[in-house]
């Protein structure tokens, strides 16, 4: 697949860390241990990397992932990072609590990380393995669960294998995960902190320190106190970086003063063009793509462009989530998610 070849069982011993780090720094995918469950690690800031792990996992979409690290003051040089955020993190981390901020200026983590949003989840897990790993790689490191989408959250470095063999370069063996539920997520990225999804922290135990936390609805609607029902539509929370210049999907023809976001050989007539991929690589392209559509955007207003084109990219393996994620770039705006 990723030609990953074998997929190697590691030891959690001193060289089985070593060689669980050296891989994740040459940019190949790891799964480690956490104390909620396994999760599918890869070098953040590593674009192609965290292509690798979407295609690992069969995601016909971009969800933005959780980045690890093994201190807080490593996790919040990579976000902007306020009072509540450092309670937080004095009080629960190590730990299964994940907090969603804005991203820091110089954020060196991969855009597709955050699915093209401006936030970017971090977490500092408690599990010894995870945290010499984390220490040793000295990268940020994604990692969501390490299934197969759709797959049940694996627990046990055999869970993991039965997913994933082939497909991953290593399993590192950090024995049984003791929570067994993955980490709950906090977004501090707005005035109220909202819970995204219950999980290891219970929710009384944040409110117990920070106060009232609101929570989305069934509906999908932030709730609770503090909370105007409908100031800020589920659209709005996980709402996508929308280029300002109109998108065109699957176009033949470039129309005048259109930029082009192209896959392959590129077609004539463009004011500018981004190359996704010269080759036709999926995993290449959807490494490029959030820097493309916002590169592509910005030098776009500059040169007057009306909008941007973009060539058919195939909607197969990782295809799919790149046209997912064009689709709602080009639909009307205000329906895109
Ligand atoms: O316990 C856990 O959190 C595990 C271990 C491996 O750390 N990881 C995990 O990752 O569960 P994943 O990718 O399966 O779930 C990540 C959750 C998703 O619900 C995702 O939507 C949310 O976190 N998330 C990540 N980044 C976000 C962001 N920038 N804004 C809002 N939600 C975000
Ligand atoms: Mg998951």
Same mark, same amino acid.
């Given at each position: 697949?990723? !030609?990953?070849?074998?997929?190697?069982?590691? $030891?959690?011993?001193?060289?089985?860390?070593?060689?669980?780090?050296?891989?994740?720094?040459? !940019?190949?995918?790891?799964?480690?241990?956490?104390?909620?469950?396994?999760?599918? &690690?890869?070098?953040? @800031?590593?674009?192609?990397?965290v292509?690798?792990?979407?295609?690992?996992?069969g995601?016909?979409?971009?969800?933005?992932?959780?980045?690890?690290?093994?201190?807080?003051?490593?996790?919040?040089?990579?976000?902007?990072?306020?009072?509540?955020?450092?309670?937080?993190?004095?009080?629960?981390?190590? *730990?299964?609590?994940?907090?969603?901020?804005?991203?820091?200026?110089?954020?060196?983590?991969?855009?597709?990380?955050s699915?093209?949003?401006?936030?970017l989840?971090?977490?500092?897990?408690?599990?010894?393995?995870?945290?010499?790993?984390?220490?040793?790689?000295?990268?940020?490191?994604?990692?969501?669960?390490?299934n197969?989408?759709g797959g049940?959250?694996?627990? @046990?470095?055999?869970?993991?294998?039965a997913?994933?063999?082939?497909?991953?370069?290593?399993?590192?063996d950090? *024995?049984?995960?003791?929570?067994?539920?993955?980490?709950?997520?906090?977004?501090?990225?707005?005035?109220?902190?909202?819970? =995204? $999804?219950? !999980?290891?922290?219970?929710?009384?135990?944040?409110?117990r320190?920070?106060g009232?936390?609101?929570?989305?609805?069934?509906?999908?609607?932030?709730?609770?106190?503090?909370?105007?029902?409908?100031?800020?539509?589920? *659209?709005?929370?996980?709402?996508?970086?929308?280029?300002? =210049?109109p998108?065109?999907?699957?176009?033949?023809?470039?129309?005048?003063?259109?930029?082009?976001l192209?896959? #392959?050989?590129?077609?004539?007539?463009?004011?500018?063009?981004?190359?996704?991929?010269?080759? #036709?690589?999926?995993?290449?392209?959807?490494?490029?793509?959030?820097? &493309? =559509?916002?590169?592509?955007?910005?030098?776009?207003l500059?040169?007057?462009?009306? !909008?941007?084109?973009?060539m @058919?990219?195939?909607?197969?393996?990782?295809?799919?989530a790149?046209?997912?994620?064009?689709?709602?770039?080009?639909?009307?705006?205000g329906?895109?998610?």
């Amino acid at each position: 697949m990723s !030609g990953a070849g074998p997929t190697e069982m590691l $030891r959690p011993d001193g060289m089985g860390l070593a060689r669980a780090a050296a891989l994740l720094r040459a !940019g190949r995918l790891v799964a480690f241990g956490t104390e909620t469950v396994y999760g599918l &690690g890869g070098d953040a @800031t590593n674009p192609e990397a965290v292509a690798g792990i979407y295609e690992a996992k069969g995601r016909p979409r971009f969800n933005p992932l959780i980045s690890h690290y093994p201190t807080a003051e490593a996790a919040f040089r990579d976000v902007r990072a306020g009072e509540l955020a450092r309670k937080l993190a004095e009080a629960f981390w190590p *730990g299964p609590l994940t907090l969603v901020l804005r991203r820091a200026a110089a954020c060196p983590v991969s855009l597709l990380a955050s699915a093209g949003l401006e936030t970017l989840a971090v977490r500092v897990p408690s599990h010894p393995v995870a945290r010499a790993l984390l220490a040793e790689a000295g990268i940020a490191v994604v990692a969501p669960s390490a299934n197969r989408s759709g797959g049940i959250s694996p627990t @046990t470095a055999a869970h993991v294998m039965a997913e994933l063999e082939g497909r991953i370069a290593a399993v590192l063996d950090s *024995g049984r995960s003791a929570v067994g539920l993955e980490s709950t997520v906090l977004d501090l990225s707005s005035e109220t902190p909202v819970l =995204l $999804r219950p !999980g290891g922290v219970a929710l009384e135990e944040l409110e117990r320190l920070i106060g009232p936390v609101g929570r989305i609805s069934a509906a999908g609607i932030p709730t609770g106190p503090g909370q105007h029902p409908g100031l800020r539509s589920p *659209g709005l929370l996980l709402s996508h970086y929308a280029p300002t =210049l109109p998108v065109r999907v699957n176009v033949t023809e470039v129309a005048p003063n259109e930029m082009l976001l192209a896959f #392959g050989p590129p077609l004539d007539g463009a004011l500018t063009v981004y190359q996704l991929s010269e080759t #036709g690589d999926l995993r290449q392209a959807a490494a490029r793509l959030f820097e &493309g =559509l916002r590169w592509l955007d910005g030098v776009g207003l500059r040169q007057g462009a009306r !909008g941007i084109a973009v060539m @058919t990219v195939p909607a197969e393996g990782l295809g799919l989530a790149i046209n997912d994620r064009l689709i709602r770039a080009a639909a009307p705006r205000g329906k895109a998610e």
